[in-house]
């Protein structure tokens, strides 16, 4: 089976850091393989060779960096872990590099990189690899920046393929609300249709009417977080209307999601993202008269940038 990761940890001090590392990258990727072994299995022949393929049939290999990760010594010996002949550790990091993987530390904490005096000779350059650092406190950007560094290396598919934003909530009058809704279920209908899309978000599917617009299995937090993990940006915005849309498209464009805005009147847009589409080559603009005029855009944007 081929892997695109392979996580690389001490059981002793860093399981649960690396079942949430694991835990983060799956939940956020669709279809990203990644070797993390769980099974209590004792060193071995059997069992090293079963690691040394799966480093073999990876791209990233992420060994987990904790407090001790240098110093920790064998209860029975009292010998530096890293200096005896079994080391597991050493053993993964020794075919990583053998194998010319893409190494990326991953810092647990406040841990630091070992200094080469530390190590085995056989791993010494492990060292000049840079690393990532993961702390509680600021998890899911510190984790943004190693998805970054791995999106260099790896075709990451992100949770949706697209993320619908319209002003749902920002109605009073149902024959707006209903017309929008209806319309953004076209642009669903034309993306599953000419892109073959099936993750899609839009959390206007969890409002069931004009008068009960904010259910409370949707929020900001909820749809800031959809929309981080969203390889598409679609607005749909058909008047100048206070609404959370444009927040999210400012925020789309602070993480330069690839993004397209529908509008009827080009002078409804605020300013900033009026000109965006002139700015940044990532955001296209266009008008549309009806839901038929909207197809046929969206039809020609499959065939142009959304096709895989």
């Known amino acids: 089976m081929a892997y695109s990761i392979f996580i690389s940890y001490r059981r002793k001090n860093s399981t649960w850091f690396a079942g949430r590392l694991y835990d983060s990258l799956k939940n956020r990727f669709n279809g990203l393989e990644i070797f993390m072994d769980v099974d209590e299995i004792e060193g071995g022949e059997i069992f090293k060779q079963k690691i040394d393929k799966a480093i073999n049939d990876c791209i990233v290999f992420l060994p987990v960096i904790d407090a ?21 550790i050493v053993f993964e990091i020794e075919r990583a590099i053998l ?13 630091n990189m070992p200094l080469p005096k530390e190590l085995p000779a056989s791993i010494k350059t492990f ?24 999106s260099l290396h790896i075709k990451i598919h992100k949770k949706y393929q697209a993320f619908i934003s319209a002003p749902m909530t920002a109605f009073n009058d149902s024959g707006k609300f ?14 599953k249709q000419h892109c073959k899309w099936e993750r899609i978000y839009f959390s206007g599917n969890n409002i069931p009417n004009v008068k009960k617009p904010d259910p409370g299995d949707i929020g ?3 749809d800031l977080a959809a929309l981080r993990d969203s390889e598409h940006f679609i607005m749909l915005y058909p008047e100048r209307i206070t609404s959370s849309c444009l927040v999210e498209a400012g925020y789309a464009l602070a993480l330069q999601i690839p993004s397209v805005y529908f509008y009827k009147n ?9 000109k965006a589409s002139i700015a940044f080559s990532f955001i296209r603009s266009y008008s549309y008269k009806n839901r038929v005029d909207l197809g046929d855009t969206i039809e020609i944007l499959a065939n142009s940038i959304y096709k895989d």
């Open 68 to 88: 001790e990760w240098a110093t920790i010594k064998d209860e029975k010996t009292g010998k530096k872990r890293l200096f005896t002949k079994d080391d597991l």
């Open 99 to 111: 194998q010319r993987k893409i190494i990326i530390p991953v810092l647990m904490e406040n841990s």
């Open 127 to 150: 060292v000049d690899a840079h690393a990532i650092r993961l702390k509680h406190e600021s998890w899911n950007r510190d984790i943004d920046k190693l998805i970054k560094n791995l």
């Open 178 to 191: 209903k017309s929008t809704k209806n319309t953004v279920d076209q642009i669903i209908k034309f993306l």
């Open 220 to 222: 900001a937090a909820k």
């Open 266 to 274: 080009e002078a409804d847009l605020p300013y900033v993202l009026k």
